[in-house]
């Protein structure tokens, strides 16, 4: 079966935690991107790597870190640093064309 | 930077009645994506348009991008409560390397039976 997967869907964080959202691929992309999307503010880009081992930061990655081990994966971390990380949390691939995944909602208590 | 601003920000059309959503840029657009979200999910690709003046279809639903390549429409021909959801448009860089998508904040649609 094939596509992205993120999990988990739903997810809820005390006040101080760091916490670690998926995205896993595998339709052989080598670019994928991680975005935050708030009720009314349209999707923005948090980070984006175009290939192992290489990530760039996008417009708000303050808060945020990432890694890239495997072409499949590219985990997202929310670290306590992030001042407002109640969001809604969506990984795409593809370097023309991006697929999303069916996103991650993140709530803190 | 780019900006992408869409209107209507809401739409609430009764079924069977044509639609028509816009996206505005602040820049040329060198590839202008339009994409379809439910509540809480994903988002679907829909069309991508990168030639002034070219036109796409699939279905029900027709995009347009202008001549100067700084507005691009989603137009949808007799509406189904099926094509209720948020459409985005997103605009691809010039740059060479991955596109980094900037996106407009959307227009929900509402399709009343």
């Known amino acids: 079966d094939g596509g992205i997967t993120q999990s988990p869907k739903y997810l809820f964080r005390k006040e101080g935690q760091n916490v670690t959202l998926s995205c896993e691929q595998n339709?052989?992309?080598?670019?994928m991107y991680w975005y935050r999307q708030d009720p009314g503010q349209g999707l923005r880009l948090i980070y984006y790597s175009q290939i192992v081992n290489d990530f760039q930061k996008g417009d708000i990655a303050e808060g945020y870190s990432v890694s890239r081990e495997k072409k499949e994966s590219f985990p997202l971390t929310v670290t306590s640093a992030q001042k407002n990380p109640t969001a809604f949390y969506l990984c795409?691939?593809?370097?023309?064309?991006?697929?999303f995944g069916p996103g991650t909602r993140l709530t803190v208590l | 930077s780019q900006e992408l601003e869409q209107s209507p920000q809401s739409l609430i059309v009764q079924e069977g009645k044509n639609l028509t959503i816009n996206c505005t840029s602040s820049?040329?657009?060198?590839?202008l994506y339009w994409y379809k979200q439910k509540y809480g999910e994903g988002l679907i690709f829909l069309m991508m348009l990168q030639k002034g003046g070219e036109e796409k279809s699939h279905e029900k639903i027709t995009a347009k991008l202008d001549e100067k390549k700084q507005q691009s429409s989603l137009h949808i021909t007799a509406s189904q409560p099926s094509h209720a959801g948020i459409y985005l448009c997103?605009?691809?860089?010039?740059?060479?390397?991955?596109?980094?998508?900037?996106f407009g904040k959307g227009t929900k649609l509402t399709v009343n039976p």
């Open positions: 997103g605009a691809g860089k010039p740059q060479g390397g991955s596109e980094k998508l900037v």
């Open positions: 795409a691939v593809g370097y023309n064309e991006q697929f």
């Open positions: 339709l052989n992309h080598d670019a």
């Open positions: 820049k040329t657009l060198y590839g």
